[in-house]
Nanobody, 125 residues
Framework: QLQLVESGGGLVQPGGSLRLSCAASGFNFETYAIGWFRQAPGKEREGISC????????YYADSVKGRFTVSRDNAKNTVYLQMNTLKPEDTALYYC??????????????????WGQGTQVTVSS
């Protein structure tokens, strides 16, 4: 059974940093692209960063480009999202997801096979 579990969310001040982790189990992790998505109250879910199976291709939404960095450790079945220079508008429920597809399709069209349960990120002073 394919399972994704996010961790690392919390409350942080503007300008601060957080690192989210997405731990995968129950499937061949190395054959799936993994993506990070977020959904703020009253807004649609958006793809913010996706990474290919070996990490050679990545996608970032314009809203996070230059501030967020996605990486994966296939030996640990884990994907990370390093978030720096956080802003109040980054406040949202953050999800990771898995799919057998290209990173742009995954992030832009939300072409996802499986979702995690989400972790809350709140940026506030």
């Amino acid at each position: 059974q394919l399972q994704l579990v996010e961790s690392g969310g919390g409350l942080v001040q503007p300008g601060g940093s957080l690192r989210l982790s997405c731990a995968a189990s129950g499937f061949n992790f190395e054959t799936y692209a993994i993506g990070w998505f977020r959904q703020a109250p009253g807004k649609e879910r958006e793809g913010i960063s996706c990474i290919s199976v070996r990490g050679l291709a990545t996608y970032y939404a314009d809203s996070v480009k230059g501030r967020f960095t996605v990486s994966r450790d296939n030996a640990k079945n884990t994907v990370y999202l390093q978030m720096n220079t956080l802003k109040p508008e980054d406040t949202a429920l953050y999800y990771c997801a898995a799919a057998i597809t290209a990173v742009q399709a995954m992030c832009v069209r939300l072409a996802v096979d499986t979702w995690g349960q989400g972790t809350q990120v709140t940026v506030s002073s």
